[in-house]
């Protein structure tokens, strides 16, 4: 699982290590944020409306699911079963909440925080991405001091200051668990 405050990068270091690293699955999310300019239905988030996501938190569908930002999020249970059955590893990038449940129900769960060089780079990242202006914006950025907080209970964290260098270090992580795997 791969946490972090909003606009740190874990979505550029995801797609990049997917590049990478072409046997991992991901895990798409359902969400019931509106999607922002060029994401893709089914393909970034399972955009979905908030009756929906309620009816599918009703019947058990998820893994886990938390209210991030004002919105809510969740991973379907029926995804990260079919990858891991197929003996595949899945990531996950959801919030510190959804992690620290999932790592409740499958201790041998990774959790990889990322980290920003510091407050002020988050926010000029934010800034840089566009997609949140306002209210939207200042929700983001009051949260990431709680979610940075959390990230003590993480099994690693990654600061993203280089990106080539922060991709190193996450595939290193990753890399290492799988040597783990090979040789049991
Ligand atoms: P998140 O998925 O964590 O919300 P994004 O991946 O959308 O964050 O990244 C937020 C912004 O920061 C994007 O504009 C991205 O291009 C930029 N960014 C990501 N990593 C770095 C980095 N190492 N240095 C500078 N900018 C970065
Ligand atoms: P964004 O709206 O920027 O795409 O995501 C906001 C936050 O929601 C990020 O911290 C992201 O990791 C988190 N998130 C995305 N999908 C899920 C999910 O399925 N579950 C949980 N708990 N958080 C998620």
Redesign the pocket.
Known sequence: M??????VG??TLRKALFGMITDLEY?I???T?PS?KGEREGY??RFVEPDLFRELKREGK?L???E??G?L???LKKDVETSLALGKDIV????????L?VKDIMPEAVLIFILPPSLGDLKDRLNRRG??KGEDMRI?LDDARH?IELSARYDHSVVNDDLKTALESLKRIIGSYRQLEENQ
């Open positions: 791969i946490s972090g405050p909003s606009g874990k979505g895990s999310s359902c969400t944020r922002r970034d988030y998820f886990e699911w938390a991030v930002h919105n999020y969740g991973t996950l990038e959801i919030d510190v909440q959804g992690a449940q997609t949140e983001r979610e």
